[in-house]
């Protein structure tokens, strides 16, 4: 009865390479997000996404992709990996569009360690 | 752009011992702000969430006050016990982001 879950919990791979994180949540929320946790443990919004807007950080590496195959899923593509793409990342839903007054629900998180 | 601080970044103290947790934030027109645990190797926990209009919360030995027209929140933490130690993350949502915006965090360590 997992509220929000990522898979894979680790990832380890080299630079370069293609990689995907999954994200699922069953509190039928309408809106997702993705975060990164840096090294010094400080967590940035990346995307938040609806079926209706994708609202992208501008500090975001057009690298990165979030794609949504239906409202409960939203998996992150990572493409041409780089030494600096290391770190927790997290997915996280909520009820209503980004920016709104709903809590936020966080998934457990995925290390990814480029080396 | 909105920025979040959190006060201090570590503290020590004894277990039993009351103690506050501050935040700060720059950009007042928020819609909420939530503190969460994170526990080392661990993912978030939601601990309460504070409506723009609300002025406080409370669950159980936690407590959290909102002054959103001087862009501060406290975490007033109980009796407190070795379980409580843990970082302390303190977000708003709101104030021209999207998302949540983060504060850096307070390592709290509650000694036996």
């Known amino acids: 009865d997992t509220a929000v879950s990522q898979t894979p919990k680790y990832l380890v791979t080299q630079m370069g390479n293609d990689k995907s994180i999954k994200c699922e949540q069953n509190?039928?929320?309408?809106?997702m997000y993705w975060y990164k946790q840096d090294s010094k443990k400080f967590l940035k919004i990346m995307f938040s996404?609806?079926?209706?807007?994708?609202?992208i950080n501008e500090t975001v590496p057009n690298r990165f992709s979030p794609k949504s195959p239906d409202k409960a899923h939203l998996n992150l593509h990572i493409n041409s990996l780089e030494l600096g793409d290391s770190a927790v990342y997290f997915c996280?839903?909520?009820?209503?569009?980004?920016?709104?007054?709903?809590?936020?629900?966080f998934g457990p998180g995925t290390r990814l360690t480029v080396t | 752009k909105q920025e979040v601080t959190q006060i201090p970044a570590a503290l020590s103290v004894p277990e039993g011992e009351n103690l506050v947790l501050n935040c700060s934030f720059t950009?007042?027109?928020?819609?909420?702000l939530q503190w969460f645990r994170q526990d080392p190797g661990k993912g978030l926990t939601s601990l309460l969430l504070?409506?723009?209009?609300?002025r406080e919360q409370t669950s159980g030995r936690l407590n959290a006050s909102l002054d959103k027209s001087s862009g501060r929140s406290t975490l007033y933490i109980a009796a407190s016990q070795p379980g409580d130690s843990a970082t302390y993350l303190c977000?708003?949502?709101?104030?021209?982001?999207?998302?949540?915006?983060f504060g850096k965090g307070t390592h709290l360590i509650i000694q036996p």
């Open positions: 996404y609806n079926n209706k807007e994708l609202i």
């Open positions: 977000a708003v949502s709101g104030g021209g982001a999207d998302g949540l915006t």
């Open positions: 504070i409506q723009s209009s609300q």
């Open positions: 996280a839903s909520s009820r209503g569009s980004g920016g709104s007054s709903y809590e936020q629900y």
């Open positions: 509190l039928g929320h309408d809106t």
């Open positions: 950009d007042s027109a928020i819609y909420n």
